[in-house]
């Protein structure tokens, strides 16, 4: 219920938010990104208060993008361009800088678009979207604008399989690295 900044030597420089339903309050953070080129704001996904909550980088409250369902992750396209990963309805939201919606795509499914537990986010080097999904035990790639390209994954611990991913991320040479249950 906090976000706990520290030094790349690890030396704890401050905490920010504490338990609660106020602004700069949290319960159940999930994922946050930190946009280094408007202003510096640490955009958090604030799970248990269904909102994104902005701090500014001396960590105090900036401002609140409410009424999202259950987000557990965050990123922010070149454009400022925020994509949320909405867990209780199954979709991912598309909101400007300000916090406005500007579309949405999922729904609960296994079909292709479809999503069924979304949780980490990651772009590629070309702007593309990767979602990987906790109950479908799949990865599904999406344009920006929410248009569907690939997907990937069955259930299983072998090679190529899923048993309920959680993040992912993508190195400098769109590399993908995912993260489940073995």
Request: hydrophobic share 35%; net charge negative; aromatic share 14%.
């Amino acid at each position: 219920n906090r976000i706990q900044k520290f030094t790349i030597d690890g030396v704890w420089q401050a905490t920010i938010g504490q338990r609660g339903q106020a602004n700069g309050q949290m319960y159940v953070p999930h994922g946050m990104v930190l946009d280094e080129s408007n202003n510096r704001l640490l955009y958090v996904a604030d799970y248990g208060n269904d909102r994104i909550q902005i701090f500014n980088q001396s960590g105090d409250w900036d401002s609140t993008f409410a009424n999202i369902s259950s987000p557990v992750d965050i990123v922010i396209d070149y454009l400022h361009n925020m994509y949320v990963a909405d867990n209780k309805y199954d979709r991912i939201l598309k909101l400007d800088s300000r916090g406005q919606f500007l579309a949405y795509w999922g729904g609960t499914g296994t079909a292709n678009g479809q999503l069924n537990g979304p949780f980490g986010l990651v772009f590629d080097s070309q702007n593309n979207l990767y979602v990987v999904e906790y109950w479908n035990n799949r990865v599904q790639k999406f344009s920006s604008d929410g248009t569907w390209i690939l997907s990937w994954g069955i259930y299983g611990t072998g090679q190529g399989q899923f048993n309920h991913p959680t993040d992912i991320a993508i190195d400098h040479n769109d590399n993908i690295y995912i993260a489940d249950h073995d």
